[in-house]
Every structure is written in structure tokens, then in C-alpha cells.
């Protein structure tokens, strides 16, 4: 008998990316090991990431293979196209036509690059893969999507490997993403997403997604042997932080993309509620909003003044450090979408940081009821700003109190084994 299963992951985030679409196979490759699974990561060699983290390199464990290939992808034109530096989809992309050359070249990417713009990596990582698992056998396939060209991929081995156990991990949904309805999509290129979808889904042996309600979405669309295994946080990146220094005496963050699915009204209502009912705890206060944001946000910032401050990403250290110093984390969820099943990642790192929690979302969504029942802060609706305020007032006036959750459930190596778990059913 082995000593060690082996993995090949296919994934198309892997660092130098930053954020967090790297962050869960990341951590998972890093606890695999020492629980009798033995990762090979396949990667692209050149990707156009949208944000970078080269420290991310230093947490790849030494002893991990990593196969990398390069991948042709179409960004570059697209940004010489709509004028812009970020082409991430999950950036508000779809949401900027301002111009008839972006409304365009938006039609054109949203129709024809099926399932997305990595489609063109797939055929040259199918016959790159072929060719090298029928030289180094493996026991176990895993996808990581998005982007779904991954599980694309995954799809296509299963059909040359049918005995090879393909386990597809969806960290978002497919048709059911935030901004899947703003694509726009003729009625051939949505019937190819629902072909390619269910094809994934009643192919895989098994499925692995990050909140209940996607679970529960994907059983119903055909999904078989279908597991919930949330995102976490790894409490080794909470050691060794440099402090980060507050320029007031209270601080509320959020550290992570605001795109204008997230701009809620009710977060923004009660800054001005709080400026005109107690403007002396309001200059006490700076609101500082980390990382890429929508213009509407931008303009929703302005309004308040010099209470809040806006500052690109920053390292993974560096967020986590300033999660630490903020008294209040808020977490803001999409408006649109299969709102009910999302979780932000940065849920569980707010967690880890161990400050009160201000979310702003559909109150009937997973991540509203992990905060709820764990008492770990206050949830508000998108529009409703019901109880913000005095929430604000209270915790500001015990900024070092700690919740009492126990996070061994949220952290990553706790959901490494969760992950074994599965695996080792399917190579039993």
C-alpha cells in the first residue's frame, strides 16, 4: 500500500497571484502532506493576474511539484481595447459600458471566450497532461474553478482517464455568479454554459464548494457526492505581523475588492447618521477601504469627507496586520447572484483577527448566519441600516473585547482534513 495518495490539481491561481482566489488550494497544499495526500499542482507559467503577491511564493512548500505551462490569453487586447488596467472579472468589468468600443469588445469576450478567457489554455494542458500521466500515474484529479476552464480541463481528462477519480472544487458558482446576468449572453453562448455546466457536474465523482446554499444549488442542478468545505484562515499568518499603526483613535476596515454589487446603502447611512448625531466620535473615526473599489463606491466615499481613506491592495501581511489593529471589520456581501450561498473568503481571516463583525448583505445568506450564530458581530440588509449606528456606538466604547467563538472549525487545517476526508473516499 502507498504511504501517500498523489493529486494532480489543475488551477489556474497559484502565486506569484495575489488575493484571494489563491488562497484556498494554497493552504491546502500546504496541510495535504502530512495527512497521506501527496499535491501535484499544474499551473500557468505567464498569467495575467490581476493583482500580484510575491510573498505568496515563499509559502509554496519546498517539497511541492509544481508543473507550469504557458497560457495564451486574450487580456491584453482587451485592455488596449476598453482602456482599462484591471480585467478580472470579478472587477465590475461587465459593468463598465461607457463607450461603444467597450460595449463591444464586452460582447464579443462575454460571447465567444466560453466558458471564459482561459479557454485557450485547455487544449494544450489536456495533451500536456495526457502525456504526463501516462508516464507519472496518479490516484486523484482535482479541478479548481474559477475560472471554469479548469474543470473544462478536468472534464476532458475524465474522458481519457475514466477510472482516474476527478474531484471538481467550485469556489464560485457557474451560471449563478454575480455577473453572469449582465453578460449579456446570446442564446447559443448561454446553451454552451449550461451544456459545459452540467457536463462538469454529472462527470465529477465528487464536488466540493464553500457554503450549504451553492451545495444545495449544485446537487439540484445533477451534482453527485456533493461536500461543503468552507474557506479559512491559517492562523501561521497571524504570527510575525508588523503593527499596523491607526492614524485615529478608532478604525473600521475592509480589506478586499468592493465592486458595485457591494455598495451597500445601509453602510453608508449610517457614516452620515453617525457624522450628524455625534460628530465628535465621527473625527475620532477613519473608515479605510483596502484594495480595488467601484467608481460608485469611490463616489459614495467622497461624500463623507476625510473620514474615509482609500488605499490600493496591499500584501497578505500586511492585510492581515491591518485587520488586527481595526476595531470593527466590515464585511460586505453581493447584491446579485447566488447571494444566499456566498461567503467572502475574508470572512473567516476577520475571524481569525478576532474583531467585531459589520455585514452588510441579504440577511438570509450563509455568511449573515455564521455571524449570527457565532455572535461574532452585527448584520445589516443591503438598504437597511436598522441597529448600525448602535452597534458602531458600542463596540468603539470597548474596542479590546474578543468573541469567545472557538475558530478550530475555520481553520485551515482543520478543512485539510475535511478535504482528506473526501479524497480518501474516492481513492478507497
Not at 476552464?149 to 477519480?165: A, N, T
Not at 456581501?333 to 483577527?353: D, V
Amino acid at each position: 500500500m502507498k504511504s501517500k495518495h498523489k493529486a494532480l490539481l489543475v488551477t489556474y491561481y497559484w502565486p506569484p497571484c495575489g488575493g484571494v482566489s489563491v488562497m484556498r488550494w494554497l493552504k491546502f497544499c500546504k496541510y495535504l502532506p502530512e495527512m497521506g495526500i501527496e499535491p501535484i499542482v499544474y499551473a500557468p507559467a505567464n498569467a495575467d493576474y490581476p493583482t500580484r503577491d510575491d510573498v505568496l511564493t515563499k509559502q509554496i512548500p519546498s517539497s511541492l511539484q509544481v508543473l507550469m505551462r504557458p497560457i495564451r490569453e486574450p487580456n491584453s487586447v482587451f485592455k488596449k481595447l476598453t482602456f482599462r488596467k484591471d480585467t478580472n472579472y470579478g472587477s465590475d468589468v461587465f459593468s463598465d459600458k461607457s463607450s461603444w468600443m467597450k460595449r463591444q469588445a464586452l460582447k464579443i469576450r462575454a460571447n465567444y471566450f466560453i466558458p471564459d478567457s482561459r479557454m485557450f489554455w485547455i487544449k494544450p494542458s489536456v495533451k500536456y497532461l495526457r502525456e504526463y500521466l501516462e508516464e507519472n500515474p496518479v490516484d486523484i484529479l482535482i479541478t479548481n474553478g474559477t475560472p471554469h476552464s479548469c474543470h473544462v480541463i478536468g472534464f476532458e481528462l475524465k474522458q481519457l482517464f475514466p477510472d482516474l477519480p476527478w474531484l471538481a472544487d467550485f469556489r464560485d458558482p457557474w451560471m449563478e455568479i454575480d455577473f453572469f446576468e449582465e453578460l449579456n449572453l446570446s442564446a447559443r453562448a448561454r446553451a454552451s454554459h449550461e451544456q459545459l455546466e452540467k457536463a462538469v457536474l454529472t462527470t465529477a465523482d465528487a464536488i466540493t464548494t464553500v457554503s450549504p446554499s451553492w451545495a444545495d444549488l449544485f446537487a439540484a442542478k445533477g451534482g453527485k457526492n456533493i461536500h461543503t468545505i468552507t474557506n479559512g484562515y491559517d492562523i501561521d499568518d497571524f504570527h510575525y505581523l508588523k503593527p499596523y499603526e491607526k492614524q485615529k483613535p478608532y478604525l473600521i476596515s475592509h480589506v478586499g475588492t468592493l465592486n458595485a454589487s457591494r455598495n451597500a446603502e445601509s453602510f453608508w447611512a449610517v457614516l452620515h447618521q453617525l457624522q450628524r448625531e455625534q460628530p465628535q466620535l465621527a473625527e475620532q473615526l477613519e473608515v479605510l477601504l483596502v484594495g480595488p473599489i467601484d467608481q460608485s463606491i469611490q463616489a459614495a466615499a467622497e461624500q463623507l469627507g476625510g473620514m474615509v481613506r482609500l488605499t490600493s491592495s496591499v500584501p497578505h501581511k500586511a492585510a492581515i496586520s491591518i485587520m488586527k489593529a481595526s476595531d470593527i471589520l466590515w464585511l460586505a456581501n453581493n447584491s446579485t447572484g447566488a447571494t444566499k450561498g456566498r461567503i467572502p473568503a475574508k470572512l473567516f481571516e476577520y475571524i481569525g483577527a478576532e474583531k467585531p463583525i459589520l455585514y452588510t448583505g441579504s440577511l438570509d445568506n450563509d455568511a449573515a448566519h455564521i455571524i449570527q450564530t457565532h455572535q461574532l458581530g452585527h448584520c445589516m440588509d443591503f438598504h437597511a441600516a436598522e441597529g448600525g449606528m448602535e452597534f458602531i456606538q458600542k463596540t468603539l466604547a470597548q474596542p479590546n473585547e474578543k468573541s469567545t467563538i472557538d475558530p478550530t472549525p475555520f481553520q485551515r487545517k482543520t478543512l485539510t482534513q475535511q478535504l482528506v476526508n473526501v479524497l480518501h473516499q474516492l481513492v478507497k
